[in-house]
Each structure stands twice: as structure tokens, then as C-alpha cells.
């Protein structure tokens, strides 16, 4: 029986490779596979040009190809949100989100089953860890969310369940896959990765072929104390070697650091804090996004009124910040900032 193909976990240079191996075929063959299954969602690849001659070949490759379906097992929606649980080849689950823009969509994909950054207020963080995703089951949600809820996405946001720097080898291949011009061919400029401050995650990010793509950094708490609190992270990695990490971080000419700042009624919402954010941020070229918390149940946070919310924002905007009031969408079905995780896509 011929050799299995996990389409989805495979770079360009994988891809020829095997192809190479196993039916002495190239990089010609690779690219015809790549555009019909990424491009055009036709595993089905006997009618491209590429393979019109050799309808044998073609039945060969595909009877080897392998494309991960991830079952969806429970499916919301909310304000146009689409929240969908898949169930995992080993039985876990995870959740990834749709989320309807002004003119386009993005959808926001998990890089673990749980997180072991364990921040307070995020229900992700509650699960704690269960294993890291695959390459292969980070692609398929992507697959799943163009070719079978068949909706265009323009943006991808590492967001969902996990910490993607802590699965830095998988996610980065990954987003070589989504962004190879041959396939998906998503610009890296529509790629968001979303980390709580791993920085040495961030450090080898900067060294990387990847640093056009965004990076978002989840800071919550301006000052150590209520950090160490709010997410563990910060006792390995302190705001003093964050700063550092992301000054150090190669931005392009005109690119700017995202920095989120989940508020949280009486917690991390006052003047000062709003000072503090401002000085940590002094160094960087930053936009700030103010979200709301989302509360869930079993947690005691509260979100902000929307006077806080607009008092804290304006005291950054007098510092010369460029700042963004972020509405959460899908709070009814769990599907917003830090609140997936729910029992329903909570593992086995
Ligand atoms: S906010 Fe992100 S890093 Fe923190 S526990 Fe949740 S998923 Fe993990």
C-alpha cells in the first residue's frame, strides 16, 4: 500500500519530497496538488492540467493523499460569531471561531488542547494543559472553516485555546503552510499570533523568516505584582524582559506590536494602571486594544461599566496612544476573548 500523505502538515519542500520518493514526480506535480486541495477544495486533482495525461498517476496520488477531517461535534452562533467544537483523531477537543468584520472575516484558531499559561480570568487557562496541536490539526481548522462552512477568511488570529509560542515548531510551521503562495497563500500581514509574554518564544520569533506577521501580546496587568496574579507567566517572565524582548522585536518600517488589555471591573481598570500601561509601552510602537472582559461563570470578575471603560481608554489616548475600544462579539456562546474552553471542548 502506498505511503499515507498528511497533506495538511506538509510544506512545499515536503510535499515534492515525497512526491519525489514515492512516484518520481517534482516540484511541478507539488504546486498542482498544493492549488487544487488549499485553492479550490478538490481533492479530486485528476482534472487539473498537470495530471490530464496521466490519470493514473493522478488516481495513485490521491489514493495516497490524506486530508485530516476534524468532526464537528457542537456548533453556536451569535452576532454572526460561528463557534464550532472539532473532536480531535485521539479524541480531544477544541474550539475555533469565525468572526464577521466590517468587510471581511477572520477566524481564530487553537494551537493546544488547553493551555498551561493558566491566566485567571480565561477559561482556557482553567482546563490547564492536555497536549499540544499538530501542524496538521492547526491547518485543518482553517480547512474547515473556507471549504466546509465555506466562508472566505481574510485573517487568522492565533487566539483561540493555547499559547502558540509554547508550541512554537508546530505553529510555525504551520503558518509556513497557510502562507506558501502555491497553496493557501494567506499574505503573512493577515496573520496574528497572540502570545501572553513567552519570551523566548518572542526572541525566536524575531530570528525567524516570520516576523511580518503580527504579534499580539496579551499584558492585562501593568506592573508585576498584579501580573504574577493574574497570569503565572509573569513570574517566569517578568514586564522588565518582556519590554526588553519586544524592543528588541525587528518590526518593519511602518509595524506597530499589538498590546491587549482585558479590563476587569476593580481589578486592573484605574487611573494608575492606565499610567502604568502607558510607561510600559513608552519604549514601543504600540496599538493598544481595551477589551472588556468577559465574564464567565465560576469566576468572580466583573467587566468594566462602559465609563470605566471610556475613562481608562481616554487616559491612554492623553499619553499620545493609539488605542481601540475592541467590542467582544459572541459572549452568548462562549466564543469571546478568553472564554473558549467550555465544558463543551473541554478534552474526552
Ligand atoms: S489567555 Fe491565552 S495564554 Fe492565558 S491561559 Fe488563556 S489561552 Fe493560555
Keep these: 500500500m ?4 498528511p497533506i495538511l502538515s506538509l510544506t512545499f519542500e515536503e510535499l515534492t519530497l515525497q512526491l519525489k520518493t514515492q512516484f518520481g514526480k517534482g516540484d511541478y506535480h507539488a504546486a498542482a496538488i498544493m492549488r487544487e486541495i488549499f485553492l ?4 479530486n486533482v485528476s482534472h487539473a492540467r498537470e495530471f490530464i495525461r496521466s490519470g493514473n498517476l493522478a488516481c495513485q496520488i490521491m489514493d495516497a493523499l490524506e486530508i485530516l477531517t476534524l468532526p464537528m461535534v457542537q456548533q453556536e452562533q451569535d452576532d454572526g460569531v460561528i463557534k464550532w467544537t472539532s473532536r480531535l483523531p485521539d479524541g480531544h477537543c ?9 468587510y471581511h472575516h477572520t477566524l481564530c484558531i487553537s494551537s ?16 490547564g494543559f492536555i497536549r499540544h496541536l499538530t501542524t496538521e490539526e492547526i491547518v485543518a481548522q482553517v480547512y474547515t472553516a473556507i471549504f466546509q462552512q465555506n466562508i472566505p477568511i481574510r485573517n487568522i488570529v492565533f487566539m483561540g485555546m493555547g499559547e502558540p509560542l509554547d508550541n512554537f515548531d508546530p505553529v510555525i510551521k504551520a503558518i509556513h503552510v497557510l502562507t506558501d503562495p502555491r497553496g493557501f497563500d494567506f499574505p503573512k500581514k493577515y496573520i496574528t499570533l ?3 509574554g513567552h519570551v523566548p518564544g518572542i526572541q525566536k520569533l524575531s530570528a525567524s523568516d516570520l516576523k511580518s506577521i503580527h504579534l499580539a501580546i496579551s499584558i492585562n496587568a501593568p506592573n508585576d505584582t498584579l501580573r504574577d496574579q493574574l497570569m503565572p507567566i ?4 517578568p514586564l522588565s524582559s518582556l519590554q526588553t524582548a519586544l524592543a528588541d522585536y525587528p518590526l518593519k518600517s511602518k509595524g506597530i506590536l499589538f498590546i491587549e488589555y482585558v479590563l476587569i471591573k476593580d481589578v486592573n481598570d484605574s487611573n494608575e494602571h492606565a499610567d502604568q500601561l502607558a510607561n510600559f509601552v513608552a519604549p514601543l510602537r504600540v496599538r493598544i486594544n481595551v ?16 465609563e470605566t471603560l471610556n475613562r481608562f481608554c481616554h487616559r491612554l489616548i492623553e499619553r499620545k496612544l493609539y488605542v481601540r ?3 467582544s462579539k459572541g459572549r452568548r456562546v462562549m466564543a469571546a476573548c478568553g472564554q473558549l474552553g467550555s465544558e463543551a471542548g473541554a478534552g474526552i
Excluded: D, L, W
Design 2 to 5: 502506498a505511503q499515507k500523505i
Design 40 to 43: 479550490h477544495g478538490q481533492s
Design 94 to 102: 477544541i474550539e475555533s471561531v469565525i468572526i464577521p468584520m466590517t
Design 112 to 127: 493546544q488542547v488547553g493551555c498551561r499559561m493558566g491566566c485567571r480570568f480565561c477559561q482556557t487557562g482553567q482546563m
Design 194 to 196: 497572540s502570545t501572553a
Design 234 to 237: 509573569n513570574r517566569k517572565f
Design 291 to 306: 477589551i472588556p472582559y468577559n465574564a464567565r461563570p465560576g469566576i468572580s470578575y466583573k467587566p468594566p461599566s462602559s
Design 325 to 327: 475600544k475592541r467590542a
